[in-house]
């Protein structure tokens, strides 16, 4: 599901509030924490091929 909130958000342009009137039409109810993962997603997440928060070498920078 993360991934696909995510995919609809940042690739289809599907705010969060939509998707979450969409999620409870079919009965999943998301809690906020959810909804703070989607939004500190690209903070974590990158590109294949780049280096990302998970890393330990981006932490060893300090970027983290």
Do not use: W
């Amino acid at each position: 599901m993360l991934a696909h909130v995510t995919v609809a958000r940042y690739q289809d342009a599907l705010p969060l509030h939509r998707q979450e009137k969409i999620l409870q039409r079919i009965g999943v109810k998301a809690s906020a924490n959810f909804y703070t993962l989607i939004n500190n997603t690209p903070d974590v997440v990158s590109p294949p091929g780049e280096k990302c928060a998970l890393t330990p070498e981006y932490s060893e920078r300090g970027l983290s």
